[in-house]
């Protein structure tokens, strides 16, 4: 048996709901939640309610030691078929390992579905169905407990909010190299999707958006020579026809779009290697014509094309080829994602026709 409660206002408040002609990333929300409370050492049973505020007591760990980790994934509906997500099972395989990180509970997989499967089917009619629009799901997990001495939490919510969305970042984007601050240490929790990594970028970010580039690019925290990933992207280059990207170090965040980018690339014959790459070979890559394109990619931000790299003092390095594998790839990928196309790798899961509202 389902063992979450419908509340009787969900229905009357999405009929109220209709969709902004201009959606942005992560500005509009489904005015409904998921949420699952743990305590007592259990699972208490789930909710779908109206959107609204939550209550929290000013003691909780979250609020004073940052006991947060949180997804971002999409669900899709281009097309007649069923909404359908896109490999979700790993973002929760994540949600566990960075949720080990940070002490939490892990969510387990009942929980997880009901929770993106309840908010998409009653979000159905709301998803938008232009290839790269999406509704964006934000599972999240915290730390209630309300004890303001260091220690861990042994009480939590899970939430799922949802958002219909554009492209996070559609365009070209000139980015800048974090050559003093970093965003995480070896060791650190730079692997693990938890708010306090998103922080520590945000005063590079303001930084290089006040000269007028789009992201910071970090390096890593040991020499400040290789590159790492941007703040929500992981980085790809094409050099000497071959797809580069950093290797996974536990310093940033595993991608589920960057694996799956390696898998597409890989399935079209194009070799692609991970391993460490030094900023200054990018750098001399492209005054040589080595480093031909580069590109970032994340769920939200799906496949963007890098078109100049400035470093800390001015210099700009024009990347030759902007947007060409990187929009073959982001049309592959795409294809797979919206179920316009075969997948040969069964990444594609439609929603369970058991969460439909009643
Ligand atoms: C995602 O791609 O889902 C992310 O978490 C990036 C976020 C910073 C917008």
Not at 97 to 121: F, K, N, Q, V
Not at 288 to 317: L, M, N, R
């Amino acid at each position: 048996m389902a063992n979450y409660h419908i509340s009787s206002d969900v229905l009357p408040t999405l009929a109220d709901f209709s969709l902004p002609d201009e959606l942005g990333f992560g500005e509009v929300k489904i005015p409904i939640m998921y949420r699952a409370d743990y305590a007592d050492g259990a699972w208490q049973p789930a909710e779908l309610t109206p959107y609204g505020n939550i209550e929290i007591d000013p003691a909780a760990k979250v609020l004073h030691y940052a006991q947060e980790v949180f997804e971002g994934l999409k669900a899709y509906k281009v097309g007649d078929g069923r909404a359908n997500f896109f490999r979700p099972l790993e973002n929760l395989k994540r949600m566990n390992l960075s949720s080990a990180r940070m002490c939490m509970i892990e969510i387990p997989e009942d929980i997880y579905m009901d929770g993106i499967g309840l908010m998409t089917a009653y979000s159905e009619a709301f998803i938008p169905n232009g290839s790269g629009k999406s509704l964006y799901l934000r599972p999240f997990l915290i730390g209630t407990r309300s004890n303001l001495g260091m220690g861990v939490s042994d009480t939590f919510t899970f939430m799922v909010i949802a958002s219909p969305s554009d492209i996070y970042h559609a365009g070209h984007m000139k980015i800048q190299i974090e050559r003093e601050a970093c965003r995480a240490a070896r060791g650190g929790t730079g692997a693990a999707k938890t708010g306090g990594n998103y922080a520590a970028s945000l005063q590079s970010a303001q930084n290089v958006q006040r000269r007028g580039y789009d992201q910071s690019l970090w390096l890593d925290p040991i020499e400040m020579k290789y590159i790492e990933e941007l703040s929500g992207m992981n980085f790809f280059i094409l050099q000497n026809g071959e797809l580069h990207t950093p290797m996974l170090n536990g310093s940033f965040l595993a991608g589920i779009t960057r694996d799956s980018i390696i898998s597409l690339a890989r399935h079209k014959g194009i070799t692609v290697v991970e391993r460490d790459i030094a900023i200054q070979e990018v750098l001399t890559g492209i005054q040589s014509g080595a480093v031909s394109e580069i590109f970032a990619c994340g769920t939200a931000a799906i496949v963007s094309p890098v078109s100049v790299i400035a470093d800390a003092d001015g210099t700009t390095y024009e990347v030759e080829k902007v947007d060409q594998l990187a929009a073959t790839l982001r049309q592959s990928l795409l294809a797979i994602q919206e179920r316009r196309e075969t997948d040969p790798f069964s990444w594609s899961i439609e929603v369970d026709n058991k969460y439909n509202p009643a």
